[in-house]
Structures are given as structure tokens and as C-alpha cells.
Nanobody
Framework: QVQLVESGGGLVQAGGSLRLSCAAS????????MNWYRQAPGKQRELVAS???????AYADSANGRFTISRDNAKNTVYLQMNSLGPEDTAVYYC?????????WGQGTQVTVSS
């Protein structure tokens, strides 16, 4: 069983930065793909960034160049550094664990970008 706890969300002004963290408990983190998703009010949940066990990364077009996903296997934690934030980034951000046969979701952390 894996539990994921996101933190680091909050209110930030346009142009500012936030770093989200997702701490995983349980086994298998080292071998799992980790993802960040977000869901804005009235919108479908969308994939923002992904990182493989080897550290390979991929980003949505909306995030590419502004966001950086990273992981620390020793701490069982994945991060999302978000820079140059705009109101369009306002959403609940969710951490996802994909172990190939197991999928787990965090509870989400709210990010609000004011203009």
C-alpha cells in the first residue's frame, strides 16, 4: 500500500514560483513512474509532468520551459518546481504513483495564482 501526501501549494502572484512536494510511503517508489496532474474548476484533470525511475522527464506543452519535475529516491519524494506562474496555472495539483500494476493518487494541493 502506498500513500502520497502533497504539500507546497498556496497563493502566489503572477510571475512567482512555487515548489510542490509529494512524499510517498510504502514500497516501490524507486521503480515507479511519478506524475503531476492538475485540475482546474470545471475542467478535466490533465497531466502536467512525468518522471521515470531513471529520471527521464516529460512535460505538457503548457508546462514545458516553466516547470521542472524531479525526484529524490532516498526520500521517496517527487517535486514540481513551478516558475513564471500565471492565473491559468490555478488548479488543484495531484501526485500520481504508477508502478506498472499499481496506481495511487495523492489528495491534492491547491495552487492559486493571482493577477
Amino acid at each position: 500500500q502506498v500513500q502520497l501526501v502533497e504539500s507546497g501549494g498556496g497563493l502566489v502572484q503572477a510571475g512567482g514560483s512555487l515548489r510542490l512536494s509529494c512524499a510517498a510511503s510504502g514500497s516501490g517508489f524507486r521503480f515507479a513512474d511519478m506524475n503531476w496532474y492538475r485540475q482546474a474548476p470545471g475542467k478535466q484533470r490533465e497531466l502536467v509532468a512525468s518522471i521515470s525511475p531513471a529520471g527521464n522527464t516529460a512535460y505538457a506543452d503548457s508546462a514545458n520551459g516553466r516547470f521542472t519535475i524531479s525526484r529524490d529516491n532516498a526520500k521517496n519524494t517527487v517535486y514540481l518546481q513551478m516558475n513564471s506562474l500565471g492565473p491559468e496555472d490555478t488548479a488543484v495539483y495531484y501526485c500520481r504513483f504508477f508502478g506498472g500494476v499499481r496506481v495511487y493518487w495523492g489528495q491534492g494541493t491547491q495552487v492559486t495564482v493571482s493577477s
